[in-house]
C-alpha cells in the first residue's frame, strides 16, 4: 500500500464513519487506508466535543502548522528586514537560535522558523557583523560543525546494500545460508538478545547481552555466526537499529554479506520477526532481562530448533542443518 496523505474529504468522510460506530479496520478498509493510519489520524485529530471524538476541524490544523514548520527549515532570511530585527533583539538576550525557533512554533506561528534558517542567517553575515552576536552565543568561536547530523546518517545509508540487491536465492529460499538479524530487547533497558534466523530452514542463533551498543551486537552476532561452515552463510539481512551501525565489520569477520531491510518494513524480515515471537514464549516481552544467563537462551533456542515444522513438512529446523553436514 504506498503512503498518502489524508485529505479533508477523507477526513469528513472518517468522522462520518467514526460517528456510526465503526472500528478502526472497518474505516480503513472503507477509505483505502492501513489500520494504523487511521489510529494516527484519529489521535491527530483528537476532540473531547464531538460523538466520534474526532474533530475534522483540528486535525487539519494540526496538519497545516505541522506542513508550516517542516517547509521553514528552506525558509530565506534576509538583511534589514523586520524578521531580521526581530532575531537580533532575540539573540541579544542570550537566547539560542532553538529557543527563538522553539518560541516561534509554540506562541507566533505564522512566524515559525527552523533552527537551521536562523543559523544559516547568523552565518550569512560578514566577518565583521559576525562580532555582533558573539557576546551574546555560547559558543563565540561561531564553529561551523564540517558535518551535520543529517548529512552523516546520508553518508551511513549511502554506504548499505538494501534488500532488493540480495541474490535471489535469499528472496526465494532456494539456497540454504541466507539469514535475517536482530535484537529483542528486555524491559527498562535490562539487556537484549541477538537473534539470527536462517531463511530457508527456520534454524535459531541467539545469544544475550548486557546493552545495545554496536559492539555488544558485532561480537554477539560475529561470534555466533563463526560457529558454522562458511558454505552456511552467505548473506545476513538486518533491521537499521543503531546498534548495527557496525556491520562492515561484522563482514570483514564472518565473510558474509549484510544487506538491510528498509527502514519500519519489518515484514521484510519476516522470518525473523516470526521467530522472535516464538523466542517471546520463553522470554515475554515486559519481562527484564537482567537475570537471564545464556544457558537459559541456549535451551530456549534448543527446544525452538528441535520443534517440527509444517512447512518443512514436520521436520525440524536442527534436521535440516545436519542433513547438511552442519555439526549442531
Keep these: 500500500m504506498s503512503h498518502r496523505h489524508f485529505t479533508r474529504t477523507e477526513r469528513v468522510q472518517l468522522q462520518t464513519l467514526k460517528t456510526a460506530g465503526l472500528s478502526n479496520r472497518e474505516c480503513a478498509h472503507q ?6 493510519s487511521i489510529g494516527r489520524e484519529l489521535n491527530r485529530g ?3 466535543h464531538t460523538k466520534s ?14 506542513r508550516q514548520v ?3 527549515q528552506h525558509r530565506k532570511l534576509f538583511a534589514g528586514t523586520a524578521f531580521s530585527l526581530y532575531l537580533c533583539i532575540r539573540l541579544a538576550k542570550c537566547w539560542s537560535p532553538e529557543q527563538i525557533s522553539i518560541y516561534l512554533v509554540r506562541f507566533r506561528k505564522k512566524m515559525a522558523i527552523s533552527l537551521h534558517t536562523i543559523y544559516r542567517w547568523i552565518w550569512g553575515h560578514g566577518k565583521l557583523s559576525l562580532r555582533n552576536f558573539r557576546p551574546y552565543l555560547r559558543h563565540p568561536s561561531l564553529r561551523r560543525r564540517y558535518g551535520t547530523k543529517r548529512r552523516e546518517q546520508q553518508r551511513e545509508l549511502a554506504k548499505k546494500r538494501w534488500i532488493e540487491q540480495r541474490p535471489k536465492g535469499a528472496t526465494n529460499r532456494s539456497r540454504y545460508g541466507h539469514w535475517e538479524g536482530d535484537t529483542i530487547c528486555g524491559a527498562k533497558n535490562s539487556g537484549r538478545l541477538v537473534t539470527l534466523v536462517e ?11 548486557t546493552d545495545g551498543n554496536m559492539a555488544s551486537f558485532r561480537d554477539a552476532a560475529s561470534s555466533l555466526l563463526m560457529r558454522l561452515p562458511p558454505y552456511i552463510r552467505h548473506t545476513l539481512t538486518l533491521d537499521n537499529g543503531s546498534e548495527m551501525n557496525d556491520f562492515e565489520s561484522l563482514e570483514r569477520r564472518t565473510g558474509t554479506t549484510i544487506y ?11 522470518t525473523n520477526e516470526n521467530t522472535n ?5 520463553f522470554f515475554p516481552k515486559g519481562s527484564e532481562f537482567t537475570d537471564i544467563t545464556q544457558q537459559q537462551v ?11 515444522r509444517k512447512r518443512l513438512n514436520a521436520e525440524t529446523p536442527e534436521q535440516r542443518l545436519q542433513k547438511l553436514g552442519v555439526a549442531i
Design 70 to 72: 517542516a517547509n521553514q
Design 260 to 270: 538491510f531491510a528498509h527502514p519500519y518494513h519489518s515484514w521484510e524480515r519476516g
Design 53 to 66: 471524538s474526532y474533530s475534522v476541524r483540528i486535525a487539519q490544523q494540526h496538519t497545516d502548522l505541522h
Design 277 to 281: 515471537g516464538l523466542l517471546r514464549q
Design 46 to 48: 483528537r476532540s473531547d
Design 31 to 36: 477509505l483505502g487506508f492501513h489500520p494504523s
Design 199 to 209: 531463511r530457508k530452514s527456520g534454524y535459531l542463533l541467539a545469544a544475550h547481552v
Design 298 to 308: 541456549d535451551l530456549a533456542v534448543h527446544l525452538i530448533n528441535t520443534r517440527p
